[in-house]
T-cell receptor, first 112, second 108 residues
Framework: DVKVTQSSRYLVKRTGEKVFLECVQD?????MFWYRQDPGLGLRLIYF???????EKGDIPEGYSVSREKKERFSLILESASTNQTSMYLC???????????FGDGTRLSIL | GQNIDQPTEMTATEGAIVQINCTYQ??????LFWYQQHAGEAPTFLSY????GLEEKGRFSSFLSRSKGYSYLLLKELQMKDSASYLC?????????FGAGTTVTVRA
């Protein structure tokens, strides 16, 4: 079974802090994704990566950056956290194009 | 741009059948996925359609009509554990776009 592990289930940070969300997958998948999930809006893609050191902007990249130094790890960075970034963050990985994405359990992030 | 619509909520009785519709207007199409998400948990993959027609997998079936921009997920012999959110997602060239999800409540 594919395992996608997110470092924290719950996280509370303060406005202006730099926040790191970590995601690790154990299936040697090429593609990794970061989403946020908000009530009534569904999952929205922030960034994705199709290879080590490669990154592409998704639909809502503003205020975020990412890092993929190793194939198994994809980090989401909130450069200067703001209250509107309070959300559920979900990481996913996928093998080739027509395979389903496998999701981590999510990190519920609160910015105070 | 992507526009994916599905009903917000549905309620059904244990043992019954429920059909969740999804309509989409997207700039590209390379398949449609359905995911199940229980409260506080990760979405899990249910089905994938890329050609028109019905895909059956046990109690769950998914249908696709590309010309109509339409899919449905059919849940048969409903069980209490089927109470969850069901997400429709359309794949374009490289990424998935998700609908807001349909919350299904199964009553005894």
């Amino acid at each position: 079974d594919v395992k996608v592990t997110q470092s924290s289930r719950y996280l509370v940070k303060r406005t202006g802090e730099k926040v790191f969300l970590e995601c690790v997958q154990d299936m040697d998948h090429e593609n990794m994704f970061w989403y946020r999930q908000d009530p009534g809006l569904g999952l929205r893609l922030i960034y994705f990566s199709y290879d080590v050191k490669m990154k592409e902007k998704g639909d809502i990249p503003e205020g975020y950056s990412v890092s993929r130094e190793k194939k198994e790890r994809f980090s989401l960075i909130l450069e200067s956290a703001s209250t509107n970034q309070t959300s559920m963050y979900l990481c996913a990985s996928r093998d080739n194009d027509n395979q389903p994405q496998h999701f981590g359990d999510g990190t519920r992030l609160s910015i105070l | 741009g992507q526009n994916i619509d599905q009903p917000t909520e549905m309620t059904a009785t244990e043992g019954a059948i429920v059909q969740i519709n999804c309509t989409y207007q997207t700039s590209g199409f390379n398949g449609l996925f359905w995911y199940q998400q229980h409260a506080g948990e990760a979405p899990t993959f249910l089905s994938y359609n890329v050609l028109d027609g019905l895909e059956e997998k046990g109690r769950f079936s998914s249908f696709l009509s590309r010309s109509k921009g339409y899919s449905y997920l059919l849940l048969k012999e409903l069980q209490m554990k089927d109470s969850a959110s069901y997400l429709c997602a359309v794949k374009d060239d490289y990424k998935l776009s998700f609908g807001a999800g349909t919350t299904v409540t199964v009553r005894a």
